[in-house]
């Protein structure tokens, strides 16, 4: 008895087209298509696969505009497909010639002797490109001496979003920009490798490691990045916030890539924050229509001993960030029950591995609580005392009275919403 089903097709055939076969044949047709069709494996995701891809999804737009991706059998609407260029790694195992390795430092050389290696492991050093703050320690000597492209500008000038997105703004011939901190050291040869894969998927635009603690860390600093990276990877996309909620944004510009084109069309980073720049570009990604991919498999050696004073600032800056940029919030939910959630497994994780340091969490907790708060309404502390309170002064120290008076230093929230509505139209 025959049976009438829809095969997947070649690219050069027509996508409508029905073929009524008996099961033993069918499959003999699918082998035969198999070993005489030109097209490159899909794991390989080359130049000719992806632009022979782009063609036949562009000639086929059926009723309803949902077009299925003949390999892969999912459904998506035609209004978030975006061309890409795709990239093939070299035989060395290095990455690709379109991708630029994007480094901010500050008196790096206590950091040189492992960053460095480890990233030359990686890349050649023509592809990365240091962002120096008038270090004073040698560092652009030790930055030239290896090979790397050097950019100084004034310390002054530096902005956790706007130094990055200069960055990005004099490499516009690349693809993928990867950025990484001076003290994250990569795990091994193939960490920019296994994080750049996660392009494969055309929907993800931006992609950040996991960071794992370095070597000598207490269990406090250890638990932070256990908590916060955990060993399974995960596509974060908006249909997450109701399962992730504010998590659903979380990235860290610490080891995190972006399909350039992406982070351009979104407005690029915005250059008018306190820090979390990288949060809010996930945001505006992930509101476009887009993925954020965490690659668990792509490990960076980064923690923070932070003593109480520092947690204390590190958070009052959240709740400035909070507080300025309230549409995440609305957007992805609130942070209470991310950090009960956190309290409560760091009290479990030393529990079982140092008791000791319960009593230090729990100041530690009150510390970070107490910033937060202070955070939020920081349009009721004076200049000084916001200075006073944060781990980025120099942030206050380039607003006057008058900007924070008139919320002209507040403009990204306004700027994300028109880029979000560009972006779904």
């Given at each position: 008895m025959l049976k009438a089903t829809r095969t997947p097709f070649p690219f050069s055939a027509s996508p409508n087209s029905k073929h009524l076969l008996p099961a033993d044949a069918q499959q003999s047709t699918r082998k035969r298509r198999r070993e005489t069709s030109p097209r490159p494996a899909i794991a390989i995701r080359s130049r000719e696969y992806c632009a022979a891809r782009q063609v036949a999804l562009s000639?086929?737009?059926?009723?309803?505009?949902?077009?299925?991706?003949?390999?892969?059998?999912?459904?998506?609407?035609?209004?978030?497909?975006?061309?890409?260029?795709?990239?093939?790694?070299?035989?060395?195992?290095?990455?690709?010639?379109?991708?630029?390795?994007?480094?901010?430092?500050?008196?790096?050389?206590?950091?040189?002797?492992?960053?460095?290696?480890a990233l030359l492991a990686c890349v050649r050093p023509d592809q990365v490109l240091l962002i120096d703050s008038e270090s004073t320690d040698g560092t652009v000597e030790l930055a030239s001496k290896a090979g790397f492209g050097v950019c100084s500008i004034a310390r002054t000038e530096f902005n956790h979003g706007g130094t990055r997105q200069r960055a990005a703004e004099m490499l516009p011939d690349e693809d993928i920009l990867v950025y990484l901190t001076q003290d994250a050291v990569l795990a091994g040869s193939n960490e920019l490798k296994k994080l750049i894969a996660a392009f494969d998927d055309p929907q993800v635009m931006a992609a950040y490691g996991r960071q794992v603690p370095r070597p000598g860390a207490c269990a406090i600093e250890a638990h932070a990045r256990d908590f916060n990276y955990p060993a399974v990877s995960r596509l974060q996309e908006l249909t997450s916030r109701r399962r992730l909620g504010l998590k659903t944004i979380f990235m860290s510009n610490s080891f995190a890539a972006y399909r350039r084109s992406a982070l351009m069309g979104v407005g690029g980073f915005p250059s008018n924050v306190i820090f979390g720049e990288d949060t809010i570009t996930a945001a505006n990604l992930i509101l476009a229509g887009y993925k954020v991919a965490y690659v668990a498999e792509a490990c960076v050696y980064h923690s923070h001993s932070y003593t109480w004073i520092q947690e204390f600032k590190r958070y009052f800056d959240i709740g400035v960030l909070h507080s300025r940029e309230r549409w995440l919030l609305d957007e992805f939910g609130g942070a209470n029950g991310e950090g009960r959630r956190f309290f409560l497994s760091e009290l479990r994780y030393?529990?079982?591995?140092?008791?000791?340091?319960?009593?230090?969490?729990?100041?530690?907790?009150?510390?970070?609580?107490?910033?937060?708060?202070?955070?939020?309404?920081?349009?009721?502390?004076?200049?000084?005392?916001?200075?006073?309170?944060?781990?980025?002064?120099?942030?206050?120290?380039?607003?006057?009275?008058?900007?924070?008076?008139?919320?002209?230093?507040?403009?990204?929230?306004?700027?994300?919403?028109?880029?979000?509505?560009?972006?779904?139209?």
């Open positions: 000639v086929w737009e059926p009723e309803g505009g949902i077009v299925k991706y003949p390999e892969e059998g999912r459904h998506r609407p035609l209004r978030r497909m975006v061309p890409v260029r795709c990239w093939r790694h070299t035989e060395q195992g290095r990455i690709g010639e379109m991708l630029r390795v994007i480094v901010p430092t500050l008196n790096a050389a206590a950091d040189w002797p492992q960053f460095a290696p030393l529990l079982q591995r140092d008791q000791w340091r319960i009593p230090s969490a729990l100041v530690r907790t009150g510390f970070k609580l107490l910033g937060y708060r202070l955070g939020r309404r920081e349009n009721w502390l004076s200049l000084d005392l916001k200075r006073l309170m944060s781990m980025s002064p120099r942030f206050w120290e380039a607003r006057s009275v008058a900007d924070l008076s008139d919320g002209s230093d507040q403009p990204s929230a306004l700027v994300s919403k028109r880029v979000r509505h560009a972006c779904r139209r």
